[in-house]
């Protein structure tokens, strides 16, 4: 049985959201019996509306340099973005904190991410 850490009581966005990945590792992993996600291979990082492309372009520069071409926007709204980087093994999510998404609706939104992230990188 999976416990579930995510408890926003006391926590700022973020600290929630890191939480709820954390939870949503275990329950991918435990979907499908492997450890798909782990620490070495999922990247996250945080921006705001403000602060968006600047964080784009940083994480994408260091982990997922094919979303810098110009097909991949640096502005559009988003709450997660699910990024891969197959040959090294990575996979990304980029996460926009001043969305009105908030509560358990992540669950639902990073799972998706997730989702995405394993169709695009199954031989991980």
């Given at each position: 049985m999976i416990h579930l850490k995510a408890n926003a009581v006391g926590k700022t966005k973020r600290e929630y959201i890191e939480d709820?990945?954390?939870?949503?590792?275990?329950?991918?992993?435990?979907?499908?019996?492997d450890q798909f996600f782990h620490d070495?291979?999922?990247?996250?990082?945080?921006?705001?509306?403000?602060?968006?492309?600047?964080?784009?372009?940083?994480?994408?520069?260091?982990?997922?340099?094919?979303?810098?071409?110009?097909?991949?926007?640096r502005t559009d709204y988003f709450?997660?973005?699910?990024?891969?980087n197959v040959p090294e093994n990575i996979c990304g999510v980029l996460i926009c904190l001043d969305t009105p998404d908030e509560g358990?609706?992540?669950?639902?939104?990073?799972?998706?991410?997730?989702a995405f992230s394993r169709k695009n990188t199954c031989h991980m």
């Open positions: 709820v990945i954390d939870d949503c590792k275990l329950i991918f992993n435990a979907a499908f019996a070495d291979n999922l990247k996250v990082a945080f921006c705001t509306s403000a602060d968006q492309a600047s964080v784009f372009e940083e994480f994408c520069g260091k982990y997922f340099p094919l979303y810098l071409d110009e097909k991949h926007s709450a997660a973005q699910a990024m891969t358990e609706i992540w669950y639902q939104i990073i799972l998706h991410v997730f």
